[in-house]
């Protein structure tokens, strides 16, 4: 019986240049081939290469479809993928790079969010157990029962590298990224902050959809589903990272870590009728063009008029306008307004909701420093603020202060 092989990714920061390419290809060489390990590695495309593509097709077309914008996307990880495989065969191993297709990786859905379907790795599997020694598999891509090429959505590798997991049955997923694990806050706003050894499915899932970038949300949500550890830490630096994985059992309240996100934005339809069916209208409209919301909060206001106001990406702010004036002159609405100068920051931690003083405790330590809070939501993980995005760096720190060094 053949040994299962180890799983890797590399994200595009770390396949930056020709440099980083040779570098990751030394790190693969240093931690498993050293030691007799076969890898299949997960690639992202070089740096901002896949927003690089997104730009040359805007400045090409402005009728974007999603078939053509997928089949030019899906070549920048082909190219890292073959660079890589180049890079680790000059170290003296047999590596070749496989493209979604070939890697048997399927997915359905619409082009640009396609959705995995299933991982059938025949040839990545008969190239490890012959004479190959590492695959190097193209992140963020599938191919779709038409046989074209589907995208995963943005940051999507890490969400190919925890299939391909799975499927070979990989012991766990080794995830490199440009920082080195998973941190109580981002060390780069908060110098105390600390790496956490340990991290559950859950309060992952929920840091990443609160603004953590660490890792995708979608690819924590498929590892937990089938049980697959991820093991976070850096492509350049030595020493532990973090572990992701079902959560350690223990009674009473941890707050594992303050996220914020500062590139979103808010936006409101002021004085809809209360008549049923106008929710149901305006986020149809918004689904339609591709526009995410969250944190949707509808306050009651005068009897017969609501007020609707939700978040969306900053980017996608602009779209969100122009579907909300519409829908407000459609529906006799009051009118629109929003904010592109906010941020939110979220406080996690699992079972937070069984205990009734940490919001209290929450808000005070904002309005202790002279916070004013806009919006306000709260999850069975989460307590999240929305607050005015100059604001963000003083709320985490002092946040990380009162929640994580214990400063109460
Ligand atoms: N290259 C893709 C992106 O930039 C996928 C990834 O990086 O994971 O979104
Ligand atoms: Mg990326």
Known sequence: MSLPFVVLKFGGSSLATVDRIRNVAGRVKNDYLDRGLKVAVVVSAMGKTTDGLIDLAQRTSNVLNGRELDQLLVTGEQQSAALLAMAIEELGFRAKSFNGAQAGISATGYHMEGRIADVNPERVLSWLEGEGE???????????????????????????????????KSSFCHIYTDVDGVYTADPKIVSTARKLTNVSYEECIEMAALGAKVLQARSVEFASLYDMLIYVSSSILEGEGTWVKEKTIKEGLAIKAVVHDKNIAKIAVLGVPDVPGIAAGLFSKLADRGVGVEMI??????????????????????????????????????????????????????????????????????????????????????????????MIDRAVSALHRHFLEGEK
């Open 297 to 390: 909060i509808q306050s009651v206001m005068r009897g017969d008029v609501n007020d609707i106001a939700f978040l969306v990406k900053e980017t996608l702010l602009g779209e969100a306008i122009e579907v909300c004036g519409d829908y407000a002159r459609e529906i006799d609405a009051q009118g629109v307004t929003y904010d592109a100068e906010v941020g939110r920051v979220s406080i996690v931690g699992v079972g937070l909701s069984l205990h009734p003083e940490i919001p209290a405790e929450m808000f005070s330590v904002l309005s202790g420093e002279g916070i004013n809070i806009d919006m306000i939501s709260s999850t069975s993980n989460s307590i999240t603020c929305v607050i005015s995005s100059s």
């Open 134 to 168: 590492v695959a190097v598999v193209t992140g963020f891509q599938g191919i779709n029962e038409a046989g074209d090429f589907v995208t995963l959505g943005r940051g999507g590798s890490d969400l190919s590298a925890v299939a391909l997991a799975v499927a070979l």
